[in-house]
């Protein structure tokens, strides 16, 4: 599903990514590890089109950027909208537009809005795509039912738990019926019975809905769980088992 060849990323003198290779399949859980500073934000980043790379390709579903740009790829990725994108060459506007419909994100610390309902932070995303309203509504409560949190939809965040934060965040990740969900540290900020339940999740989801999943972590519980465990260190990729 995704390929990077050759990443690279400096900071100033730093350089964080030392030519990354990468490849992950479809309906995978992905972990990627490794001391701070090793540069697993930098890259999820990257692949998320948050950042751009100094040099390097990256593909998406078998097609490097520029096979997908000012094409009609419907017929590619039949259960997407259209995905004819060059990540690394579009405006920040487009690029935006484009993590909406394809790229689910999910981050250490919810980033809910604070002044809007749990229901309204899970519509977002898919009002930002122009979608009907009605129809993001009914997407947004179906997926907090599903994510047990029925109760809670009504809720801004500040009434809500840490772990009822976070899933009300994998919600809002998974509005838009997105390839990938990338997540940092997704369960960093949680106590072990909210950890095990988000980790739980995770894998529910891949079962449910086939998503792809790509997480930074540190939580050796977490990693283990994975089908693949990538080791970085020093912006390398060390091993991947």
């Known amino acids: ?12 003198s730093l350089q964080v990514l030392k030519g990354i290779d990468l490849s992950i399949k479809e309906k995978e859980i992905v972990a ?12 999820l980043q990257i692949v998320g089109t948050l950042d751009r790379p100094d040099s390097g390709k990256l593909s998406f579903m078998g097609l490097e950027p520029s096979d997908l740009s000012g094409k009609d790829c419907t017929d590619v990725f039949p259960q997407r909208e259209s995905f004819c994108i060059e990540p690394f060459k579009l405006s920040e506007k487009a690029c935006a537009a484009f993590r909406n419909k394809h790229i689910g994100f999910v981050f250490q610390f919810h980033q809910l809005l604070p002044e809007f309902t749990a229901l309204e932070n899970v519509m977002i995303p898919a009002l930002i795509a122009h979608r009907n ?8 409560m179906d997926l907090l039912v599903f994510l047990r949190l029925k109760d809670r939809i009504k809720h801004k965040p500040s009434e809500l738990s840490g772990g009822e934060k976070q899933r009300v965040a994998v919600a809002r990740a998974l509005i838009n019926n997105p390839s990938v969900i990338l997540a940092d540290e997704p369960s960093g900020s949680l106590d072990s019975k909210n950890k095990e339940e ?31 465990i990538i080791y970085m260190k020093d912006g390398m990729v060390r091993s991947s088992c």
């Not at 599903?1 to 100033?12: H, L, R, Y």
């Not at 309203?133 to 947004?140: D, I, L, S, T």
Request: glycine residues 8%.
């Open 1 to 12: 599903m995704i390929e990077t060849k050759g990443i690279t990323k400096s900071f100033a």
């Open 32 to 43: 990627i590890v490794g001391p701070s500073g090793a540069g697993k934000t930098t890259l």
């Open 133 to 140: 309203y009605n129809e993001a509504e009914k997407k947004a």
């Open 198 to 228: 988000l980790h739980s999740l995770f894998f529910d989801l891949r079962n449910e809905m086939g998503q792809t999943f790509v997480i930074v972590t540190h939580d050796e519980q977490l990693a283990k769980l994975a089908d693949r």
